[in-house]
């Protein structure tokens, strides 16, 4: 199985470092990279930045070697991935979300949601939830070139209330995102308000989850942020008309042709790390992949997504999960089109 957690490239970009103060919790290793197919091939050793090369700065920083956080990655992927005991249903059915709710206190809350069904045990006593927070104290910068297409088209689509939030799911092929020559395939996208990760402790007004699926199963999500502005999200913009179709009803609509690509997420800085869907039954061994840029969306979007569910809940988003050591990095690269052959 191969994972593309990372890629290959310089291990730092000065600029990127000097621009994100942060204090690494290990020092740098001085080992020979390791060369995983989970992680992609490692750079040669002239495109490499040595530590003792950074410029210097006001605090004792530390760069860690990539070696250290492949391996850190590999061990967990190994404990979480490779040899979980159940797979995680497939991305594209509409879970049935009547059976826990947002409502901090309630028997059915996030804090109980490990005792509901004995197959959401993990959402208790996983190391690996989400969402977490995404600290610019804590991640680890690395500058590449990472192996990243989109190549999405438009497909046949279903909006679902699902009971907690609305959600789109492409019925037919609706494209893929490569990463490091893993190809997943886009399933469904939803929202949540507020947002359930944040950077350095501050949350933002919406975040949207795509979720693609790859070939076994495995998931990887690109998360991205909103904040209330003049302007309106034009994705949403598009489906309001079948939103407003579908207040305080749990069911569906038929929208015809959409394509993903209007989502633009396609930005040049992300946080990737592994954790779990941050909904019941939260599966572990997801591949998280934040996109840092903040978007606009309207504040009678935002509204409208919440009143359209009816929940008795001023939020649907899972409180912050412990990061417990897990590896954050932080990267840029520029995300574009599959070329054609």
Known sequence: MTLPLLGSGPLVEPRAFQALPHRFDTPAEPRTLMTLPLLGPAPPAESRTP???????????R??????????????????????????????????????????????????WGDLKEEWAICKNGDMQSPIDLSNARVKIISYSDQLYTNYKSSNATIINRGHDIAVYWRGDAGSISVNGT?????????????????????????????????????????????????????????EKDIKQLVDKEEERQIG????????????????????????????????????????????????????????????????????NRDIVYFRYKSRAKPKH
């Open 183 to 239: 190809e997943f395939f886009l399933k469904q996208c939803h929202w949540h308000s507020p947002s359930e990760h944040s950077i350095s402790g501050r949350k933002y007004d919406l975040e949207m989850h795509m979720l693609h699926e790859s070939s076994d199963k495995n998931i990887f999500v690109v998360g991205a942020f909103y904040k209330i502005g003049h302007h309106s999200d034009h994705f949403l913009y598009q489906l």
């Open 63 to 112: 760069a860690e070697g990539l070696a250290s956080i492949r391996a850190s990655v590999w061990r967990r992927v190994q404990g979480h991935v490779l040899h979980r005991n159940k797979v995680p249903p497939p991305v594209g059915v509409g879970e049935d979300e009547r059976e826990f709710d947002y409502i901090e206190g309630s028997e059915k809350g996030p804090s109980h």
């Open 257 to 324: 042709e959409t394509n993903p690509s209007n989502v633009q997420t396609r930005g040049k800085m992300y946080y990737r790390y592994l954790g779990s869907l941050t909904t019941p039954p939260c599966t572990e061994g997801v591949i998280w992949n934040i996109d840092r840029k903040i978007r606009k969306v309207s504040e009678d979007q935002v509204r409208l997504l919440r009143e359209a569910v009816h929940d008795h809940a001023e939020r649907n988003a899972r409180p912050r999960q412990p990061r417990n």
């Open 51 to 61: 530590i003792a090369l950074l410029p210097s700065v006001q605090h004792p920083y």
